[in-house]
């Protein structure tokens, strides 16, 4: 039995390689662990099977019909979104239901950590950042500023770094400076402030 066959090659591309797009298309909407290929291959072809059940009835137009013969091209062109595009629209369509409030009233929320969806927003903040040796770090997250998301570990760049004055208010930006990057294992914890 040779896998090379084009039988068994055109089986094994229509029913994985959409299912691979998906979970591509999804770790990338959702960083998480990242798994071995060889776990992922049944959930590969278990998401290329719902890719098809989803786009039965299409599929079942266009092989009925007389496209292939009339119009060769649209029909190539209707299996490249088949293959490519629609696993893509339909990770995007979970995202699009996993984060309504409906849906999360009865499932979790598809972010794992409250450090990633909190930073995923780019919203600006003011960060107080308190080390674990108590030491507070101050600064602005804003457009230049960047956080880190899953699977690393937490850190934080603030483009700006503040001097707090004796009530912990920000009192002016420190001169000559880039901003400040601050590691996870240093941090206690970090207050933002609009």
């Known amino acids: ?32 662990t990242e798994r071995a290929i060889s776990d992922q291959l049944i959930d590969a072809v278990a998401y290329s099977s719902i890719n098809y059940a989803l786009l039965i009835f299409p599929i079942i137009a266009i092989e009925s019909g007389t496209l292939r013969d009339t119009c060769p091209a649209l029909y190539y062109l209707f299996y490249i979104f088949v293959f490519f595009f629609a696993p893509i629209i339909w990770v995007l369509f979970w995202k699009y239901l996993r984060t309504r409030d409906f849906f999360q009233r009865n499932a979790p929320h598809p972010t794992a950590k409250p450090w990633d969806y909190v930073f995923a927003q780019r919203k600006q903040y003011w960060v107080k950042v308190t080390l674990k040796d108590g030491t507070v770090i101050a600064g602005r997250y804003a457009n230049k500023s960047f956080a880190s998301s899953a699977p690393a570990p937490e850190q934080i760049y603030l483009e700006q770094t503040w001097v707090l004055n004796d009530r912990g208010g920000f009192e002016r930006a420190k001169n000559n400076t880039a901003g400040v990057l601050v590691l996870s294992s240093e941090i206690s914890h970090v207050e933002l402030r609009n």
């Open 1 to 32: 039995m040779d896998v090379w066959d084009i039988d068994k090659l055109a089986l094994f591309i229509a029913f994985v390689i959409p299912g691979f797009i998906s979970i591509k298309a999804y770790q990338l909407v959702y960083p998480g």
